[in-house]
């Protein structure tokens, strides 16, 4: 045994022995620009109670790997699928390994039935009876030279401890086909257990897969699996309750002013999409596309309610939450929904993310900022022409010497720059005012995003730009 720490890109699951112990195993490093991969294979522990990092030699485990999942299931790491890649090449997993925390010794499990098809970034949740829920993830596979297809799995499968309370357990895999209002396609979700006998899962993102890139659209959202009902559905914030019986009593007068006896709401017909944009500060902007479906199977709550929820930016102004993004942490304690971090994207740039929120579960009524976003700790990953300029790159950031500087002159050049904005004329309509001043933006999009951007996706950030400008410049008439 040795004492260090562990690699970058782990996975981890947490026990309670010993005053608590967080488990990790493999994970990868990759170079900045994308051309040299190593996936570890490692095994570590960091005891809570010491705060000390412990690596655990033991042979018979996976193959080096990230992508896996990892959950403590009894007195075991069960771990399940994962990928490797090279510059050339890379392989999916679906194998399934057990590590047991009396002896300290690796199994490779051989359960029964038909698993799912090899995958990385899946769920994977324990039930209380000792069982393991597997869903979604993602794959892609070679369909020629240089050409690979990716591919969002939306099934899920129990895998079921057949011989529990033996000295070696018998398993076997089951497909599940839940009910209820599942989640959208997507990968990079976090997942948590969630009280009531339920598992939730939280943000990702669904890659849409163009000509010669991709676009992300990063999700914001949180939907529970009910354990023994075996059904999903999504989460639907309520709003403080001060704030609804204000709108309850407006909505009452309104009534009444208007003679009827009750107000009829007609629930929503279908998903309710919201778009939303983020203007980085050099002028990109990253679209961002939230799902919400419709939440008909609700009975606990009325058509009138779930019209309140769907008009709460409107009588709460900009409720606060999270904003969308993949591989977030989460954690559940005492009913309550932790979400640290995460990372989104900006054209070719990634963004890590280390703001805080919470949400209590039982209540769903709002989301609270405990420790929010500073633009100066944002980390900016993208690729540079040679691999000298993203060391000094790197330096800079962590020195916080010129980067920081140079972010300061952009700043102040794009306040000067909007001063010169197109204004918005008295009593114009937003429609009226994209179509008047478009050729303005598209100019100013063009010379942000370069000439070998897509006419298309140049008039798309140019529209967003001018309704950005014209929301602000109402907001502050």
Known sequence: ???????????????????????????????????????????????????????????????????????????????????????????????????????????????AGMGPAPRSGCQMTPTPEGNIIIYGGYSKQRIKKDVDKGTLHTDMFLLKAEGAGKEEDRWSWSRLSPSGVKPTPRSGFSVAAAPNNRCLLFGGVHDEEEEESIEGDFFNDIYFYDIGKNRWFPAQLKGPRSERRKRRRGRQAEAEAAGEEELQLSPPQGPLEIVKEVVAEDGTIMTIKQVIPAAAEDKDRSGSEEEEDEEEGGALGQPVEPCPRSSAMVAVKHGVLYVYGGMFEVGDRQVTLSDLHSIDLHRMEEWKVLLEMDPKTQEWLEESESDEEEEDDDVEGAEGGEEEEESSE??????????????????????????????????LARSHMGPEAKDKKVLKVAHAMAKTFYEDAIQAS
Request: glycine share 8%.
């Open 1 to 111: 045994m040795s004492f260090s720490h562990p690699s970058q890109s782990s996975l981890a699951a947490v026990v309670p022995t010993a005053g608590g112990q967080l488990w990790i195993f493999g994970g990868e490093f990759a170079s900045p620009n994308g051309e040299q991969f190593y996936h570890y294979k490692d095994l570590w522990v960091l005891h809570l109670a010491t705060k000390t990092w412990e690596q655990i030699k033991a042979p018979g485990g996976p193959s080096g790997r990230s992508g896996h999942r990892m959950v403590a299931c009894k007195r075991q790491l069960i771990i399940f699928g994962g990928f490797h890649e090279s510059a050339r090449d890379f392989i999916y997993y679906n194998d399934v390994y057990a590590f047991n925390l009396d002896s300290f010794t690796w199994s490779k499990l051989a359960p």
């Open 410 to 443: 952009e700043e102040s050049e794009d306040e000067e720059g909007e001063q010169q904005h197109p204004a918005v004329q008295p009593g114009e309509a937003q429609p009226q005012y994209v179509a008047r001043t478009e050729q303005y933006w598209l100019r």
